[in-house]
């Protein structure tokens, strides 16, 4: 099965600061990546799908690129409401694993 | 509008069987897979497995399968995760998702917890 990592695991970044979280499959996926941001004590939330697509209601200050193996979320201008841990995910075919999740707070 | 809700708090003993519900509305319920994701106490999501309402089709991740079923009845909308035998590993929050390709609606969780 496709194992999918992520980097950092943790990172602090003071608002306003661009964040960079790295996703990466074991093999090619093509762009079915999805990314969810999860808040302390909530459901998560899809952000994006097809890699780079904004899910409807996602602030524009959130983008995602990438295909293939390696794929990337980026926070334009960090907000304290950003403050979450982010999963990417595989949906190419089952199993539709999830990576490990980073943690972002504010520094 | 879109809802998965889901069923209550449970609180069971290790050996004892479990079966917990996620209702669909708004949608048309047999047209999208059903995905059941773990999340054990400060840990990260686990994709457990997907049931197609439509055929009973279902995919189950390598951890889960013969350890949960999933079932569904589609008279009444509603998707199952079932134990039979519930361990204290268990504990967990499970939610039920709606897979347009990713999973684009959550159910609100459903908190299991096993005392051995």
């Known amino acids: 099965d496709i194992q999918m990592t992520q980097s950092p695991s943790s990172l602090s970044a003071s608002v306003g600061d661009r964040v960079t979280i790295t996703c990466r499959a074991s093999q090619g996926i093509g762009n079915y990546l999805a990314w969810y941001q999860q808040k302390p004590g909530k459901v998560p939330k899809l952000l994006i799908y097809t890699a780079s697509t904004l899910q409807s209601g996602v602030p524009s200050r959130f983008s995602g690129s990438g295909s293939g193996t390696d794929f990337t979320l980026t926070i334009n201008s960090l907000q304290p409401e950003d403050v979450a841990t982010y999963y990417c995910q595989k949906y190419n075919s089952a199993p539709l694993t999830f990576g490990p999740g980073t943690k972002v707070d504010i520094k | 509008e879109v809802q998965l809700v889901q069923s209550g708090v449970e609180v069971k003993k290790s050996g004892e069987s479990l079966r917990i519900s996620c209702k669909g509305s708004?949608?048309?319920?047999?047209?999208?897979?059903i995905s059941w994701v773990r999340q054990m106490p400060g840990k990260g999501l686990e994709w457990m497995g997907r049931?197609?309402?439509?055929?009973?089709?279902?995919n189950y991740s390598p951890s889960s399968e013969g350890h949960v079923s999933m079932s569904v009845d589609k008279s009444i909308n509603t998707v199952y995760l079932q134990w039979s035998s519930l361990q204290a590993s268990d504990t967990a929050m499970y939610y039920c998702?709606?897979?347009?390709?990713?999973?684009?609606?959550w159910g609100q969780g459903t908190l299991v917890t096993v005392s051995s």
């Open positions: 049931i197609n309402p439509s055929d009973s089709y279902i």
């Open positions: 708004g949608y048309s319920f047999t047209s999208y897979w």
């Open positions: 998702t709606r897979l347009v390709g990713a999973a684009e609606n």
